[in-house]
């Protein structure tokens, strides 16, 4: 672990010090930062300490009101987290705090993700509860009252799979309708849900559900394309109109 410093008695140390004497700072950062200062230094023909000084020398003079607002949290850490924790401190040289604040820095934008689709997962469960339906499940009964019968059985068996967590619904920026496999799907490799299941062929088959192209060649992602159900759903009424025979009805 490093040296824990004592700040009160390193400034009683640098009262009678010479304002622009300089003192020895070691410090570790992070490659990035260090990818930043480097390129820095070759454009402005500085040397890193030079440079380092000027950054801290200017941050230091600033007012205190100036500086950012740092947030102080107090953790509890279990006894094998702290011992994990001390000899991640020790490889890397840096106090506890340093270490947690890199921790947090790096793993939060991908915590920001998960709480966005737990968010959206609640607010669905809470429409689901309330009977109001999401405008991903509004826009998908639309298109399943307007279906011909003969796609009826493939549409409620994606939507069986929906109730299930199986697959899941998304609109995009344009309000087009996508049937989506989540990765942990795919992992299971379910056949009934895969690109091999005979709702997603038949329905692909019709040109209602037009999968995307994906790299590495596992269809995931469906479009639901509302011409092509219609076409078929408006086809299918016309040939009964048009057999339909008139009787007329003589009154006296």
Request: hydrophobic share 40%; glycine share 6%.
């Amino acid at each position: 672990m490093p040296k824990k410093i004592n700040y009160k008695e390193e400034l009683k140390s640098l009262r009678k010090a010479p304002e622009h004497s300089l003192r020895p700072l070691t410090t570790r950062v992070s490659v990035a930062c260090l990818r930043n200062l480097y390129e820095r230094c070759d454009r402005d023909g500085l040397d890193l300490s030079t440079l380092v000084r000027r950054l801290l020398e200017e941050r230091g003079e600033q007012a205190p009101g100036a500086m950012p607002a740092v947030a102080t949290v107090t953790l509890r850490l279990p006894e094998e987290i702290q011992d994990l924790a001390d000899r991640a401190c020790a490889g890397l040289a840096v106090d506890l705090p340093t270490l947690l604040q890199l921790v947090v820095t790096e793993a939060l934008p991908a915590w920001v993700l998960r709480g966005g689709k737990a968010l959206q997962q609640r607010q669905q469960a809470r429409d689901s509860l309330e009977n109001k339906p999401t405008p991903e499940m509004a826009a998908w009964i639309t298109y399943r009252r307007l279906a011909s019968p003969q796609h009826a059985a493939s549409l409620d068996h994606i939507r069986g799979l929906m109730e299930e967590g199986a697959v899941r619904l998304e609109l995009d920026s344009e309000a087009l309708l996508y049937v989506v496999i989540p990765e942990a799907t795919v992992a299971q490799e379910s056949a009934a849900v895969s690109a091999e299941g005979k709702a997603f062929k038949d329905l692909a088959a019709a040109g209602v559900l037009v999968p995307d192209e994906a790299e590495d060649g596992v269809r995931t992602r469906w479009k639901l394309d509302p011409q092509a159900l219609l076409a078929t759903a408006s086809g299918g009424g016309t040939s009964t109109s048009t057999g339909r025979q008139r009787k007329s009805i003589l009154v006296d």
